[in-house]
């Protein structure tokens, strides 16, 4: 990592480490907050900007990731916003305001995770108003001769560390930088199947029909993460969440099979390798969107905290997983249509389930497009309000 | 029911009553297997004829209806597949051939859950390679206002009727027919989002925003769907499932506001319609999928079956349901992926952990189009080999 001067050093200090305290499971005051999909990725002046058409563009400039990162939604910004320019140069950075008028608990790198394949030699565009697009998913046993070697995958990545240096220079230490990867089951869905899928059955296939070429790509992918996800927190990454978005397509004995084993080996992998880096642990992350029937499992996989998609009732998931880690999650998205107050009582009601401590608030899935973005200011405030009052009983 | 002439009397007296039996609790001498989808609409022959450009319209005819009950995967008999014409009166009844093949324990009328919001006055089209799309859906509180009085849905859905009955004749006591419908909420989320959704956004929208309107229209769903059911059963259905297909896009507290009452209510009214029409009670199935969250309330809502999807481990099921219902499902239909010996395996694994009695053997969804039949007669053979054996034990 060296070689890009981008080393993590000289970074201002964090004034905010409640996120992170309560990721290591240590005390804090009240309970933190953030939003997957909080990052300008999903605003609305985003998706109207030449960003949206060129997405992959947008993530290969550490100026834009930067600005997209930081500006998470602002209900009085929407006029203005340009991912091009670089406003947080201004006296008064623009793009903190957001920051200022939600105060969220952490912040999440601006990027996608099909960087990983791309990087990995495979081609993916993001059409407009229909998510990403493989023109040539891998179809057969041999189109694993296509992929690169995953050693020079995170070098090609090197835009995703610039864009993390960049960022947490900018944050000046207000709240901690999250960065994150695709799990390599989640990956390998795009991959097979070439974009989006109701049921996943091309990717499904591969595991019932080609077991050893299957395990072979997972392997390809496990061993382009961990460098990567060494390299984001090198660069400046201060916890790390791997998302396993398609765990839910896989029963227990197929995610016993094809998803955890990788799960786990990323974590082991990634805490050996920042060691023999040099670099101080951060706290990872694990969530596996609708993979309820594996909390045991995932709470064993070596990750401080799991992330709870909002189909698992906080008190269960408390019960099934010890008290060895840390919870995140898991409020549904939709709530946030409801009104101010109605989200007001849905947060206490979950932070009164979730308990005051080993517990970071959020969503159980990333926020939608069509959401008021002072909605989610009510649901930061919320948590924050409600839960000081907790942490004092 | 008693003008259209379809009164189920005069039928010919059932051969094979183990799906009845394990449905009732009763003991079985093997377990019985049938497959959601297992009807010809998704076989690739039935796609690419006329009935696949004009859906509904098949819908209506029960002669299609009947022939496509029939029609399930059969290996040999791709050509020559007309579903206008109808085969079963030649002297040797070309649709009884795959049932003879593939000796399923249950057939399932062929028609759609859809039916049920076009009888309510909502124009549905199927768009092929799509799905089915509202032109108008539910927008505002006030397009409730459009429905037609759910009193008349059975008289309008008459020809589901007679499609039950011509097809209980035809099946000539092989094996039982069973009906089905959608459950309220989810004919609600395709009302308000006109269509599939990955989120189902639109409809959640209404649960937060609109709670006593969303609720009207449950209700006007469930006071459609009661009488519905009840006059298939009049006109021969052996038992009735409920298809909950988006229960999991909805948390415990969502679920128990606004799906599981109207699906406890269905349950209750359906039974009560019954003994009032003089008719014999029938099985009554519920199937939520992704709904793992609630399958204790599931257990208790007044259904002798509750339907698993593959994401819920059996012995982890029937510790949680306890032992006063049968339980049905749930190998991954993805599964028939595989080849037939690793089908045999998984199907032992499955028959091993559910146990001999009180089980009803099924995918955990629908077969997809691109499955090959030869595998799902092997799911078949599997289950009635595996549970002759298990039940001498």
Tied chains: 1, 2.
Excluded at 7 to 28: C, I, M, S, Y
Excluded at 269 to 274: D, E, S
Excluded at 325 to 354: H, W
């Amino acid at each position: 990592m060296e070689e890009n001067g981008f080393r993590p050093k000289g970074f201002p200090e964090l004034k905010n480490d409640t996120f992170l305290r309560a990721a290591w499971g240590e005390e804090t005051d009240y309970t933190p907050v953030w939003c997957m999909r909080q990052a300008g990725r999903y605003l609305p002046e985003f998706r109207e900007t030449r960003a949206a058409q060129d997405f992959f563009s947008t993530c290969r400039s550490p100026e834009a990731c930067c600005e997209l990162t930081l500006q998470v939604r602002s209900p009085q910004k929407r006029e203005g916003f340009m991912p091009s320019a670089c406003p947080v140069k201004q006296p008064v950075p623009y793009s903190l305001q957001p920051l200022r008028r939600f105060p969220l608990d952490a912040a999440i790198i601006f990027s996608d995770i099909l960087v990983v394949p791309q990087a990995l030699g495979m081609e993916v565009t993001m059409v407009p108003g229909k998510g990403p697009s493989f023109p040539e998913p891998l179809r057969e046993e041999r189109d694993l001769e296509r992929l690169r070697d995953p050693a020079v995958v995170a070098s090609e990545l090197d835009y995703v560390f610039q864009a993390i240096t960049l960022t947490r220079q900018r944050l000046a230490g207000r709240v901690p930088l999250i960065g994150f990867a695709g799990a390599p089951w989640t990956l390998m869905t795009y991959m097979v199947e070439g974009g989006g899928s109701s049921t996943m059955a091309q990717a499904k296939r591969w595991l019932y029909q080609r077991p050893q070429a299957s395990h072979q790509l997972l392997r390809i992918l496990t061993d382009a993460l961990v460098p990567y996800l060494v390299g984001q927190v090198a660069a400046g990454a201060q916890a790390l969440q791997l998302f396993e978005s398609h765990a839910g397509h896989l029963g227990p004995q197929l995610f016993t099979k094809f998803a955890l084993p990788y799960i786990c080996d990323v974590a082991k992998r990634v805490k050996a390798g920042l060691q023999k880096a040099g670099l101080a642990p951060v706290p990872m992350i694990i969530f596996a969107k609708d993979g309820h029937f594996a909390l045991e499992e995932l709470a064993q996989a070596g990750y401080e905290v799991v992330g709870l998609d909002w189909t698992v009732a906080p008190k269960k998931a408390r019960e099934r997983v010890g008290k060895m880690v840390t919870l995140q999650g898991n409020l549904d998205p939709c709530a946030l249509y409801a009104s101010k107050e109605e989200i007001g009582r849905l947060v206490q009601q979950m932070l009164d389930d979730f308990g005051p401590q080993r517990y970071i608030a959020n969503l159980g899935h990333g926020l939608y497009p069509d959401m008021d973005p002072e909605h989610v200011g009510a649901f930061v405030d919320a948590v924050h309000k409600h839960s000081r009052l907790l942490h004092q009983n």
